[in-house]
């Protein structure tokens, strides 16, 4: 029986079989001009179209040959033109500025977090990040970037919310709008009357974390910003007038038994 000359699969046309007949240059061209034919342009949509032409797509796509052929495809034709690559950056940017409170929340969603580690626990990614991690240039890389983003204001102020939050016993986040809010409100320290820059003034609680009614209370409505002189003197002893400490109470900032405490106090002096 008569063979391919390029595999042994049946003979079919001028040496060759039915699939390497199909992929000479003539062969092709005369596909390319029957398809462009009116009618045949009309076939093959409606057949697109219909249940059975949709499901061989599908069922076509997730053959992994096509999957893996498609990525490279791809990857090539982003990798050798650089405007469709500079279209895609931009288009994912103004996506993303458009939907920002959709992607936000579907980033706190389960199910992103949940993929998320799935992702993050694969073999692959966790041999490619070693990978990258341990070459001498992303070390020097990232210890540069570390270095210059901890000079940053954002850093700092981010750095001082952490830090409250982990002495706190309940978690109450609050956000680096809420905070800034408090501090750039006047550039001057409530607790000795000096001008300071906004940019100097602390956190403070004005009723310390560490007092019996205030603890865990990391909370909007028990924060105050003074400067890092009256912080230091306050430390966790002082407390403010009793007068500031009901509207706290009832803002939700404070525990209501520092009240009985504060009264306790006041009738042992008396």
């Known amino acids: 029986m008569r063979k391919c000359s390029l595999c042994d699969k049946k003979h079919y046309a001028r040496g060759y079989c039915k699939k390497h007949y199909e992929q000479l240059p003539d062969q092709k061209a005369k596909r390319h001009i029957y398809g462009q034919r009116p009618e045949v342009k009309a076939k093959n949509k409606a057949y697109a179209q219909s249940p059975e032409g949709k499901a061989y797509k599908k069922e076509y796509k997730s053959r ?70 341990n070459t001498e240039e992303y070390k020097e890389y990232h210890h540069e970037y570390m270095q210059d983003y901890m000079r940053t204001p954002t850093y700092r102020t981010n750095s001082i919310l952490k830090r409250h939050e982990r002495r706190a016993l309940t978690k109450n986040k609050i956000s680096q709008e809420e905070w800034l809010k408090i501090r750039n409100a006047s550039p001057m320290c409530p607790a000795c009357g000096r001008f300071v820059e906004c940019e100097n ?18 909370h909007i409505a028990n924060l105050s910003a003074i400067c890092i002189h009256c912080n230091c003197k306050k430390k966790n002893t002082t407390l403010p007038p009793k007068w500031i400490i009901k509207s706290i109470v009832e803002k939700g900032g404070a525990d209501p038994s520092i009240l009985n405490e504060i009264e306790s106090t006041e009738a042992q002096h008396a």
Not at 117 to 133: A, H, L, M, P
Not at 201 to 215: N, S, V
């Open 64 to 133: 992994p040959e096509n999957k893996k052929r498609a990525a490279e495809l791809k990857k090539e034709q982003y990798s050798a033109d650089p405007n469709k690559r500079a279209y895609a950056q931009e288009y994912a940017s103004n996506w993303y500025h458009e939907h920002k409170e959709e992607s936000r929340e579907y980033h706190k969603s389960p199910k992103y977090k949940k993929s998320r580690s799935v992702y993050n626990k694969s073999q692959k990614v966790r041999e490619k990040r070693n990978i990258r991690q």
């Open 201 to 218: 003034l602390t956190m403070d609680h004005q009723i310390p974390l560490k007092r019996e009614g205030a603890k865990g209370y990391h």
